[in-house]
């Protein structure tokens, strides 16, 4: 029989676009966002107790990536997105309910707010739950994967001195960690894995307000080119 859930929260994150977002939480530290919760859970209540939590599940809904017809089998960009896992074998975000999880760091809360780093989630993104890390439960020291046995290599990201300092003010403007968030998100090769880029090919990507150009000056090694306010 089905069932309906409603979002107790939406998340309000650097990542405008789902491009360039980590393919994993916990791997850019300096991806931050706040989690709006809605009523009835908006008041000092529903967090009595969290701040002596570090760390949350979140629960989340792929708000679009939603599918009518459920998937057998996904093709995970870890593995290039040319070879296919079943779609219980993958974290790929389509999902047979659009359903996700993700732990994050809890950095502060407040009433009706939750102050969050280390997401890997879309700006907009429905919540479904919080559930507090639980260390001695969470932990499994015997776990293996074999798919996904280490985080991906991280790639050189070059700086030109005008975009550092163009990165640098933006940080200052937006009181935002802009400089660690473009390279620790950019040294995971946001580009699918089977194409190969060319040094003419650019490519962009917005957090928050600032849009962010780069290109692959050869494989394996990425040049940002441009840190510019987006305007509206």
């Known amino acids: 029989m089905p069932y309906s859930v409603s979002p107790v929260g939406y998340l309000r994150s650097c990542f405008k676009e789902k491009f360039a977002i980590p393919r994993q939480p916990q791997l850019a530290p300096a991806a ?18 969290l701040e002596q939590v570090s760390h949350v599940w979140l629960l ?17 960009p870890r593995l290039g997105g040319n070879r296919s896992l079943g779609v219980f074998a993958s974290r ?13 760091k809890l950095e502060r809360v ?10 890997d ?25 074999a798919i996904a046995d280490a985080p991906p290599p991280a790639i050189p990201v070059e ?9 640098r003010e933006h940080a200052l403007r937006l009181a935002e960690p802009v400089v660690e968030l473009i390279e ?6 946001p580009r699918p894995a089977y194409q190969v880029p060319t040094p003419e090919r650019r490519y962009g990507v917005l957090f928050w ?10 494989p394996g090694r990425i040049r940002v080119l441009e840190v510019v306010h987006d305007q509206p």
């Open 32 to 49: 931050r966002g706040v989690l709006e919760l809605v009523a009835p859970f908006d008041t000092g209540e529903a967090v009595a107790g």
């Open 60 to 76: 989340f809904l792929f708000h679009q990536a939603l599918e009518d017809t459920p998937r057998l089998k996904v093709r995970p």
């Open 92 to 104: 790929a975000t389509h999902r047979p309910n659009g359903i996700g999880q993700s732990v994050v």
């Open 110 to 119: 407040e009433p009706g707010r939750l102050h969050l780093s280390g997401i």
């Open 121 to 145: 989630l879309l700006d907009g993104t429905p919540i479904l739950d919080i559930k507090p890390y639980v260390p001695y439960a969470d932990i499994v020291s015997e776990a293996h994967n």
């Open 159 to 167: 700086w030109s001195d005008t975009t550092l300092q163009q990165a």
């Open 184 to 189: 620790q998100c950019l040294a995971q090769d």
């Open 209 to 218: 307000d600032v849009q962010v150009r780069w290109h692959y000056p050869e």
